[in-house]
């Protein structure tokens, strides 16, 4: 189940995690949003215990959204070690999300 990210608990869940972090910037409003979301989840569970799968929704955690300079959505960023280390910006295949990720759990 993915974690529920907001401004207040980013520092803490996403940049001080002590394993790869996938989260998923969303709106309720966004179609593909909701397309994106299931594969995320999917992703969390197959992972399990090797990553973090959090879920921010930007129109209500403005100050994490305007730092990371999300414009579009959906946008995965992809964290190690409090960094941002990839990112993809809309709707792809669970492939191409799990192509950025498997480099991260080494």
């Known amino acids: 189940m993915p974690l529920e990210i907001t401004d207040s608990n980013f520092e803490e869940k996403v940049l001080k995690a002590d394993k ?4 998923d910037l969303w709106a309720e409003w966004c179609g593909p949003c909701r397309m994106v979301g299931p594969i ?3 992703i969390g569970e197959e992972y399990g215990e090797q990553v973090i799968v959090g879920k921010l929704d930007v129109d ?16 995965i960023l992809f964290f190690k070690n409090g960094e941002v280390v990839d990112k993809q910006v809309g709707a792809v295949p669970k492939s191409a999300l799990v192509e950025k990720l498997e480099p991260l759990l080494g």
């Not at 790869?20 to 989260?23: A, G, K, R, S």
């Open 20 to 23: 790869p972090v996938i989260l």
């Open 40 to 42: 995320v989840n999917e």
């Open 60 to 75: 209500n955690n403005p100050q994490t959204t305007a730092k990371y300079g999300i414009r579009n959505i959906p946008t």
